[in-house]
């Protein structure tokens, strides 16, 4: 079983080096083996994460050489939930996107770059869960960058360039900082490697071990937009195709979660650091929700409520004990999926409305009854309504922060009461907005292809998409406003949503592999209520695990 640990991030790669040698041929071909990839990756998590549950870590000395020298692949029950839940929401948001490139009858981008970009994108999510040192977690959050720089800048727009930009400038800093933590520990410790870190750094003098403690927090907070180190992703994710930002608010936060977990557990046991942690929590919990309310576009309320949830995982980790870590666990697993749902929903409203913003939205539930049944489950679930996953991981949370009884505990209570009902507030809204009142005048009519105010008219003052076709073969010049300016869009202007980052057509049919992936993805969040008893005593005993380090330290170094 040993010998399936590697290939969760082997095959991503050596599929996308097969879909390089082939070029833009054979593109049906192409979209089945991204799929076949996909769904083998899946398999495999889920066979990792039953045999580490049964059977302790397992680990692979990659060449066969032994710490600190060789490459050590590790999976424990941490990281197998996390592989199964990252590759069951990759493979549906990849069914998601051929769906979108479908409907926006584009043969180039979602094959030729969208695609392979994509796998390496999870391959490096799967190198950062399984590694077991701290150089190759470097690798999988840089494997991540490329990829997420890449997809991130579909289509060359203006808006996507700039946030683009903004994204890779923070995620290089991040990495510079990374580096610089790896060389102090190596020069104090010796090694990289996780388990030999956890004995040699108990060695360490406190003030030196506490510096360390503070750079990796630094990175990871970074990477998992921690208050106040979050200022870059509502201006980043928004902009990006819906397949794309889903991905990236479902999963790539979430590693950075996941390295504070590991890390905090494994490497600085009663660290020093758990008040910060907390007030970076109550902080994150708070500023995120109020920023949700203040927003008028889907995408980017959807995009504070990611900031905001992010402290419920941190109030788990800051905690430190055993019923947290538990509660932090559950809440990772279902935020990724729920989020990226929302997300994956926002994707279906753009396509058929061809906007995001809620002022010029209205009427879905009566009009689109299906499209609102898949917006309510896991908007509901995100607010942690009973009994639904997401109650579940906040009750584990909140009872944890009760037996702890101190001041910043409860003070983290009392913020996750308060944002639990505020993101209710926020769903409400939206649900009011888009859904429940009638739909404003002026509304966009099925076969629209929009244009965006960003594209710039030619010399003469003409704009250079006026006359393009829609979908029903009627358009009309102009020019539009911008999408999600709360301004009338005239038809005939382009929206930056489709792959190309040209156009999107609307269309009130919508693609049936988008509404299949968004239906298993909110199958998915339901699947947790429904394990809910599973889940947790499973986390419980990955908590206890990670709590006790030896599993994992015995297991790399055969002790």
């Not at 989020?339 to 994707?347: D, I, K, S």
């Not at 929009?450 to 102009?478: H, M, N, V």
């Not at 869009?489 to 930056?496: D, H, Q, T, Y």
Request: glycine letters at 10%.
């Amino acid at each position: 079983m040993n010998a399936l640990v590697p290939l969760p991030v082997l095959l991503p790669l050596c599929v996308t080096g097969l879909k390089l040698a082939i070029g833009p041929r054979l593109q049906r071909f192409q979209r089945f083996i991204t799929l076949a990839v996909l769904g083998a990756v899946l398999v495999l998590s889920v066979l990792l994460m039953v045999a580490a549950d049964r059977h302790g870590p397992l680990t692979v000395h990659l060449g066969d050489f032994a710490p600190p020298i060789g490459i050590t692949l590790v999976a424990d029950r941490l990281a197998g939930l996390m592989l199964t839940v990252s590759s069951a929401v990759t493979l549906l948001v990849n069914l998601y996107s051929l769906g979108q490139g479908m409907a926006d009858r584009d043969d180039r981008t979602p094959v030729g770059v969208f695609h392979p970009a994509y796998l390496i994108l999870v391959a490096g999510v799967s190198c950062t869960f399984l590694a077991g040192d701290l150089v190759n977690l470097y690798v999988g959050f840089e494997i991540m960058l490329v990829a997420s720089f890449v997809l991130l800048t579909i289509g060359g727009t203006a808006t996507r360039i700039r946030a683009g930009s903004t994204y890779v400038i923070i995620s290089l800093f991040s990495s510079v900082l990374f580096l610089v933590a790896i060389a102090m520990t190596y020069a104090v410790a010796g090694t990289v490697n996780l388990a030999q870190l956890a004995v040699r750094l108990q060695e360490v003098p406190v003030g030196v071990r506490t510096l360390l403690e503070a750079m990796l927090l630094t990175v990871f907070a970074i990477k998992a937009a921690v208050f106040p180190l979050a200022a870059w992703l509502p201006d980043s994710y928004p902009t990006a195709p819906a397949p794309v930002t889903a991905v990236f608010a479902g999963l790539l936060t979430k590693v950075g979660v996941y390295s504070m977990l590991r890390t905090q557990t494994l490497l600085f046991p009663g660290h020093r650091l758990g008040d910060l942690l907390m007030l970076a929590a109550l902080a994150s919990m708070v500023i995120g929700i109020l920023g949700a309310v203040a927003q008028t576009d889907l995408k980017r309320v959807l995009s504070f409520t990611l900031i905001s949830h992010i402290g419920y995982m941190v109030f788990g980790i800051a905690l430190a004990g055993r019923g947290s870590i538990s509660g932090a666990i559950v809440y990772v697993a279902h935020h990724i999926t729920v989020q990226t749902t929302l997300f994956l929903v926002a994707g279906l409203i753009e396509r058929r409305d061809g906007t995001t913003e809620l002022t010029r939205l209205g009427g879905l539930a009566r009009a689109a009854p299906l499209l609102a049944v898949l917006f309510f489950v896991p908007a509901m679930n995100l607010a942690g309504i009973p009994p639904l996953s997401g109650f579940i991981g906040k009750l584990g949370l909140m009872r944890a922060g009760v037996d702890n009884g101190g001041g910043w505990a409860w003070a983290l209570v009392a913020g996750s009461a308060a944002t639990s009902l505020l993101t209710l507030y926020v769903m409400a809204k939206v649900w009011n907005l888009a859904f429940w009142r009638d739909a404003p005048p002026g509304a966009e009519h099925e076969g629209v292809v929009l244009e965006s105010a960003e594209d710039e008219p030619d010399d003469d003052g003409s704009d250079a998409s006026d006359g393009k076709d829609g979908e029903a073969g009627e358009t009309t010049g102009g020019h539009g406003a911008a999408a999600g300016s709360g301004l009338p869009v005239p038809a005939g202007a382009v929206v930056p949503a489709g792959f190309l980052g040209q156009s999107i057509t609307t269309t009130k049919r919508l693609p049936w592999p988008m509404l299949v992936a968004t239906g298993a993805a909110v199958s998915l969040g339901l699947l947790y209520t429904v394990l809910g008893g599973p889940l947790t005593t499973f986390t419980e005993a990955a908590a206890a695990e990670l709590l006790a380090r030896t599993p994992y330290i015995e297991a790399v170094l055969g002790r």
